[in-house]
């Protein structure tokens, strides 16, 4: 394998560069100063690529003609084209599993700091303010209904979690689930409507694209909380904005954003939300465990064994 030439495109962990280096011959964009250049010179005998952050579309794939496998990292692959890869029989792998537990544990996290106002309150006492009195009662967890947009890997471990937390799950999307007991909702709105927390957790991508607008936002309603640990585009920031402006919604925890890092500053301006850098699966464990699938995908591949985890519209036939 040591003479199949791998790409990297942005800048990823020490443990993927130096595994895809012992492996294969890689080559990395992410240091080439003349990015179009370096395409021009290596694209054409590229066979595999490993992706973070990078569009690979029909105008990235028309430059690497010889690409067989595209293994992303991260379980959304929103960045990538799979259909086009599909036409053009480029495998696209993602890495799901390794991340589920983590991103669940940081979705109940950001939904109890947005409640009980976790980082305003540790701000408070940083301040010094709890000298002069305590701080103002907050909201609760008690007596709220959950609803789950997309009951997936991650939806089911949240749901799982707070069923533990003592509240009732609803959940929406394309399908309703015949192996999970909770309530299923064909029609966003409806549940928004029947929920007071909307946890956010459907793949990015043009089908879904601002699916939370502002008529599920007003469906939440002024005690309803919004949580995303999805993708910034399933949620229209502008209308978000407004309806934590005027009460129409009581908060928001965001662990995402439709431009990141950019960060509207009508979100920001508003503290009782909760803002998070894109941090999901962010801990050395479960980073370490989705770089390693990275190369797995990648290996396997150019051993002859197939795809590890390749995605719905790449499905592998041995
Ligand atoms: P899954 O594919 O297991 O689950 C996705 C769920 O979304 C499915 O239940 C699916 O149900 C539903 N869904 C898909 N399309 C639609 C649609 N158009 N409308 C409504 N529901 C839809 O994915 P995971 O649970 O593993 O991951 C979910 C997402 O979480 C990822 O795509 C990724 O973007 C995001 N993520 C964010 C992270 C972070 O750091 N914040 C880290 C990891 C993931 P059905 O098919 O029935 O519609």
Do not use: C
């Given at each position: 394998?040591?003479s199949t030439?791998v790409?990297?495109m942005r800048?990823?962990?020490p443990?993927?560069?130096?595994?895809l280096?012992?492996h294969?011959?890689?080559h990395?964009g992410?240091?080439?100063?003349d990015?179009?250049?370096?395409l021009?010179e290596?694209?054409?005998?590229?066979r595999g690529?490993?992706v973070?952050?990078v569009?690979?579309?029909?105008a990235l794939?028309?430059?690497?003609?010889?690409?067989?496998?595209?293994?992303?990292f991260?379980?959304?692959?929103?960045?990538?084209?799979a259909?086009?890869c599909g036409?053009?029989?480029?495998m696209?792998?993602?890495t799901?599993?390794?991340l589920?537990?983590?991103?669940?544990?940081?979705?109940v996290?950001?939904?109890?700091?947005?409640?009980?106002?976790?980082?305003?309150v540790?701000?408070y006492l940083?301040q010094?303010?709890?000298?002069e009195?305590?701080y103002?009662l907050t909201?609760?967890?008690r007596g709220?209904?959950v609803g789950?947009?997309g009951l997936?890997?991650?939806?089911r471990?949240?749901?799982h979690?707070?069923?533990?937390?003592?509240?009732?799950i609803?959940?929406?999307?394309?399908?309703?689930?015949?192996?999970?007991?909770?309530?299923?909702?064909?029609?966003?709105?409806e549940?928004?409507k029947?929920c007071d927390?909307l946890m956010?957790v459907?793949?990015?991508?043009p089908?879904?694209?601002n699916?939370?607008?502002?008529?599920?936002l007003?469906?939440?309603?002024?005690?309803g909380v919004?949580v995303?640990?999805?993708?910034?585009t399933?949620?229209d920031e502008?209308a978000?904005?407004a309806?934590?402006a005027d009460g129409t919604?009581?908060s928001?925890?965001?662990d995402v954003f439709?431009?990141?890092?950019?960060v509207?500053?009508?979100?920001i301006?508003q503290?009782?939300?909760v803002?998070?850098?894109?941090?999901?699966?962010?801990?050395?464990?479960?980073?370490?465990a989705?770089?390693q699938?990275?190369v797995?995908?990648?290996?396997?591949?150019?051993?002859?064994n197939?795809?590890?985890?390749p995605v719905a519209e790449?499905p592998?036939?041995?």
């Open positions: 394998m040591k030439d790409l990297i800048p990823m962990s443990l993927v560069t130096e595994s280096e012992r294969f011959t890689l990395r992410d240091l080439a100063e990015k179009e250049r370096f021009d290596v694209g054409p005998k590229i690529m490993a973070s952050h569009h690979v579309n029909d794939l028309d430059r690497l003609p010889k690409l067989e496998i595209a293994a992303n991260g379980v959304g692959y929103d960045t990538i084209d259909a086009a036409r053009r029989g480029v696209v792998t993602n799901p599993d390794v589920t537990d983590e991103v669940a544990d940081l979705a996290g950001l939904l109890l700091a947005t409640v009980r106002q976790i980082p305003q540790d701000r940083r010094g303010k709890w000298l009195k305590p103002p909201g609760t967890l709220r209904k789950i947009l997936g890997r991650i939806g471990a949240i749901a979690r707070l069923v533990a937390f003592g509240l009732p609803a959940y929406h999307g394309r399908t309703k689930q015949s192996d999970v007991p909770y309530e299923y909702f064909p029609s966003l709105i549940m928004a029947a927390v956010v459907a793949p990015g991508g089908e879904t694209k699916i939370v607008g502002r008529e599920v007003q469906a939440l309603g002024s005690e919004l995303n640990v999805a993708r910034g399933l949620v502008d978000l904005a309806a934590l919604i009581q928001a925890g965001l439709a431009e990141e890092p950019k509207p500053d009508a979100l301006r503290e009782h939300a803002l998070l850098p894109h941090v999901g699966s962010a801990s050395h464990h479960t980073r370490n989705m770089g699938l990275v797995d995908n990648l290996t396997s591949w150019f051993q002859g197939g795809p590890v985890t790449t592998w036939k041995a």
